[in-house]
């Protein structure tokens, strides 16, 4: 074994605004890894969307050289980790990189399920998890019973607690001389065969799919030959380097250490997260555990509105892939939208992140048909079929059966919100599981829920209804028959299959009236009228109708009016843009996200 | 279609109330008249250009009946003097029913006004008052009298429809009250509930009744008809008039042509630049500066879009052979697919020599138009 006893490899677990890029900038700026003027605010965060939401979708990480009290130099190697139920499994990888944590609970709002959720992962993967307790310069702040609450859930002796402000920057030194202090040092051979572990990927247009490794065994250089385990492709490595947190060139990466490994590989579906790299000539005989192939959970058709731009599409597709393994998408032709792709993510945050970055950063206008989930379709014929589509369900006739989705749920909650919640997950066809009091005032929550439902408003509904102080976390559990139909949408007569979905029997009724009735809200005015109606099968459920457009004039139009009534034109032609054209009728991009946005009642 | 006429348009930002529909820029707070004054005739100083003939001038508002008329003559006085008045033609002065007597409007005659636009906005009485206005239908009486007595030979009227608790009988009395006196041109505005009105406010509490979209189709009907029958030519969107009274002020916005605007929040554009005033009368009176907002430069393409959608208000349509002499496009050419999918709607009509809005083209005319913008 080699001495590695200056090295220390940790992440930071916390809730969406508990302050964990903040405090990632502290840490930073402290052990000046940074120059304190290049830091713009929240280092880690890079990508534009990132830094607005406020979450990190893409890994980053970044070294840091720290003189301890003791005089030692150490390096520390901060791995971040996403926040968002959507990639649990990409946070599972990078805790694996690490030794320790940092568990940021925000002084005034206690632990979240999310957070929850992400200690139980730290502790599957042996990690030592130091408390921070953030925010104590609020006025709200609430140290002591925060501190008995990490004890009570999580059982974590507080003996070590850190009371800091990412914001005054107090306590910063404190963590950094606790990280020392209580996360192990790495335990790794320089002489043993090579065994890096992928918790990230990112492409790079000029040196291609990048690895961001965490090296358990052995050393990798320029010019070594590797071997992806998953895979069995092999490359050539071109360069290895670190994060500081910019990209900095170094000769080699060693046992324990963090950095990145450029190879020439084309795709980041190549360098897959979760994977083990060794070398291709001496390598290590079996792989590290754990590594799962993303599986996209939430399906939907991407369109471009103006069909000259499907090409575009693919390409702006094709790009993201690069860098986002998870990202699937496949051609797929409807009849009202024309061509485009059925497109598949991790998550409802994915798919939104996607369809945001392909707007923004490739200028295209898109219309997102209602995600889906997979079903599984058993027909009378004994076959099965597996659907991410409502328009790919056959013909009824031939169904015996259709299996959809379940997620099990972990809901936590101040006791309060007990009723409310369940009275919400009941409506989302839940069965309970389990009730927990983890502290006399908070509750963990269990049920078995659709995921079907969960894509639908729940996230919204939960947080409505708890005045946001909900946070939920769920994991896949498999499939379970249930009793389904698929509602369509007629305008003008004609099935329209973007606006199809596949509902429980139960809500059908209640859905195709929302939906229409929606969806007059949202249809403009055309030149002649348009009825929209809901039908399951043959039968017509709901029918309301959008009246001909007759009258829009504006007869005031005198010097000053000339420049305001230019933009309202514009802001008319504006709107066009984005409209599809369904045969006559304009539809306007949020109708086909209709069904997401209806009041549950 | 020429373009080298150019107007003047002066603000008065002055009303002795406000009305429930309105939301112009107007004060009741006359103390600041003579400042206000004293700067509209600094900003006309600063602002003077000999190089163009000036063929209009409109004094809008507000109330510009409810000022001093020494201040309207201090205006034109002004106006003579810093700018080139030798091809004048219309001079119009808005009125107000029962917010000018007698002498005002001899006055009025007197400086050179030769056009007068009243604000009658309905006859009837409980119409009226729902408005807001401070005047009653004897008041209008009095004030086309007097300007007939005193020699105005060009009055125009603005009329208001589709009002709360309006009917088609309503609107069929003012109309034949209005053609029975014998105008030379009437502008009709269906009303429209404007942010921060009084009737917004009612209107979101459900207090306002408003007729519905077919009822004010048949409205624009009724007064199409009337007007039509009492020898009145549609010649824009909301304006009819005797034949040779049409508005020249106003034609020189739909053609396209150069306009300056003096005074609080008077839009002005002249050589292929626009801008407003500054739209508070406190700033306005008080600061050493005329800051322009809005500034837009104008490009080809605004000028020619605004061209086309200007040109489509006119009932008569746009002229293409001029308007090819004048931006140099060929209209039929360039916009061929709206033309052939507004063709197929019946929204327009074309000829070799005219592209027009028909009828049901002026009702949707907003849709049509916004097809033209690039």
């Known amino acids: 074994m080699t001495d590695l006893s200056n090295i220390r490899n940790f992440c930071i677990i916390a809730h969406i605004d508990h302050g964990k890029s903040t405090l990632a900038d502290r840490l930073i700026e402290h052990t000046g890894a940074v120059e304190k003027r290049d830091i713009t605010k929240q280092m880690l965060d890079q990508m534009d969307l990132e830094q607005e939401r406020g979450i990190t979708i893409k890994l980053q990480a970044v070294k840091m050289k720290y003189i301890g009290v003791d005089g030692k130099e150490y390096l520390l190697n901060l791995i971040d980790t996403p926040g968002h139920v959507d990639f649990t499994y990409e946070v599972s990888r990078s805790l694996a990189a690490c030794e320790g944590a940092l568990l940021v609970v925000d002084a005034s709002q206690g632990i979240e399920a999310q957070t929850l959720a992400n200690v139980y992962l730290a502790l599957e993967n042996n990690l030592e998890i130091i408390p921070v307790i953030n925010k104590i310069d609020l006025p709200s702040a609430e140290p002591e019973k925060v501190k008995q609450e990490i004890e009570d859930i999580i ?142 959970m939430v399906y939907c058709g991407l369109y471009p509105i103006d069909n000259d731009k499907y090409n575009e599409l693919k390409d702006a597709l094709e790009k993201l892939q690069l860098n986002d393994a998870s990202l699937l998408f496949d051609p797929e032709t409807s009849s009202a939208l024309g061509f485009g792709f059925r497109c598949g993510f991790l998550g409802l945050l994915h798919m939104e992140i996607v369809q945001e970055r392909l707007e923004r950063e490739y200028g295209l206008s898109l219309i997102t048909t209602a995600p889906s989930v997979v079903f599984i379709v058993h027909k009378t014929d004994g076959t099965t079929m597996k659907i991410d589509s409502p328009a790919l369900l056959p013909d009824i006739r031939t169904v015996e059966y259709l299996e959809e989705p379940i997620v099990k749920a972990s809901i936590m909650v101040p006791n309060d919100y007990v009723g409310s919640v369940m009275d919400l997950c009941q409506d989302k066809r839940g069965v309970f599981i389990n009730m927990e009091y983890i502290t006399p005032k908070r509750v963990v929550l269990s049920y078995k829920l659709p995921l079907g439902e969960i894509i639908y408003d729940f996230f919204d509904q939960l947080k409505s209804r708890t005045k946001g102080y909900a946070s939920l976390d769920y994991e896949l559990a498999g499939h379970e028959k249930s009793s389904l139909v698929k509602l369509d949408i007629l305008l003008a007569g004609e099935i329209i299959d973007a606006l199809s979905c596949i509902v429980h029997k139960d809500k059908a009724y209640y859905r195709g009236r929302a939906l229409v009735s929606k969806l007059r809200q949202l249809i403009p005015r055309q030149l002649f009228e348009v009825p929209i109606q809901a039908a399951i099968g043959s039968k017509v459920i709901a029918r309301e109708t959008v009246k001909a457009m007759r009258k829009d004039v504006l007869e005031k139009c005198y010097g000053g009016d000339i420049s305001r009534k230019r933009k309202l034109l514009e802001k008319q032609k504006e709107g066009k843009k984005r409209m599809k054209q369904v045969g006559r009728i304009e539809v306007p991009q949020e109708a086909f996200m209709a069904v997401l946005s209806l009041d549950d009642e | 279609m020429m373009n080298n006429e150019v107007g003047i348009y002066i603000h008065i930002p002055f009303c002795l109330k406000k009305c429930n529909y309105c939301d112009f820029v107007s004060f009741s707070s006359y103390e600041f008249e003579e400042n206000y004054f004293k700067k509209l005739l600094k900003e006309i100083d600063i602002r003077n250009s000999n190089t163009k003939k000036i063929k209009t001038i409109y004094f809008g508002g507000g109330t510009p009946s409810s000022v001093k008329t020494k201040n309207i003559r201090n205006t034109i006085l002004q106006l003579k003097e ?134 004010l189709l048949e409205m624009r009907e009724l007064i199409n008809e009337k007007v039509n029958y009492y020898g009145f030519n549609h010649y824009e969107i909301a304006n009819y008039a005797k034949s040779s009274y049409e508005s020249k002020h106003n034609l020189i916005y739909w053609n396209n042509n150069d306009y300056y605007g003096f005074g609080v929040n008077s839009t002005t554009k002249v050589n292929g630049i626009r801008f407003t005033n500054e739209p508070n009368l406190n700033n306005y009176i008080n600061s050493y500066k005329f800051e322009k907002y809005n500034l837009e430069v104008l490009t080809d393409e605004i000028v020619i879009e605004e061209g086309i959608f200007l040109g489509l208000r006119k009932i008569a349509g746009i002229d293409l052979e001029c308007f090819l002499n004048r931006y140099n496009i060929d209209i039929k050419q360039k916009y061929k697919k709206v033309i052939d999918e507004l063709l197929e709607i019946k929204a327009i009509r074309l000829n070799d020599k005219t592209l027009k809005l028909t009828n049901f083209g002026i009702e949707i005319s907003n849709y049509c138009m916004s097809k033209f913008l690039s």
């Open chain 2, 82 to 215: 810093k700018f080139d008045l030798s091809n004048l033609e219309e001079m119009t002065i808005e009125v107000n029913p029962g917010i000018c007597n007698n002498d005002n409007i001899q006055e009025y005659y007197d400086m050179g006004f030769n056009r007068l636009s009243i604000g009658v906005q309905t006859f009837d009485e409980v119409m009226l008052k729902k408005l807001g206005r401070i005047h009653n239908k004897e008041d209008i009486y009095n004030t086309i009298n007097m300007a007939r007595i005193v020699g105005f030979k060009n009055i125009s009227i603005d009329l208001m429809y589709g009002l709360p608790d309006d009917s088609l009988k309503r609107l069929q009395s003012d109309m034949e009250l209005a053609m029975n006196l014998d105008l030379q041109h009437i502008s009709t505005y269906g009303l429209i509930i404007e942010p921060n009105t009084k009737f917004e406010k009612d209107f979101k509490n459900g207090l306002l009744k408003l007729p519905s979209e077919e009822i």
């Open chain 1, 155 to 296: 059982g974590l002796d507080t003996s070590n607690v850190v009371l800091t402000s990412a914001k005054t920057g107090a306590g910063t030194s404190e963590i950094l001389e606790a990280i020392v202090k209580y996360v192990p040092e790495p335990v790794g051979d320089y002489e043993a065969p090579l065994k890096a572990l992928i918790f990230d990927s990112n492409f790079d247009a000029y040196k291609g799919a990048l690895s961001y490794v965490r090296i358990i065994d052995g050393i990798v250089k320029k010019g070594m030959k590797i071997k992806m385990f998953a895979t069995g492709k092999e490359f050539e490595v071109t360069e290895v380097g670190i994060f500081e947190p910019l990209h900095r060139i170094v000769d080699t990466l060693k046992a324990g250490e963090v950095g990145y490994i450029a190879a020439s590989i084309k795709k980041v579906a190549d360098t897959r997260v979760g994977d083990t790299i060794t070398s291709a000539l001496n390598p290590c005989k079996e792989p590290l555990e754990g590594y799962k192939k993303a599986v996209p």
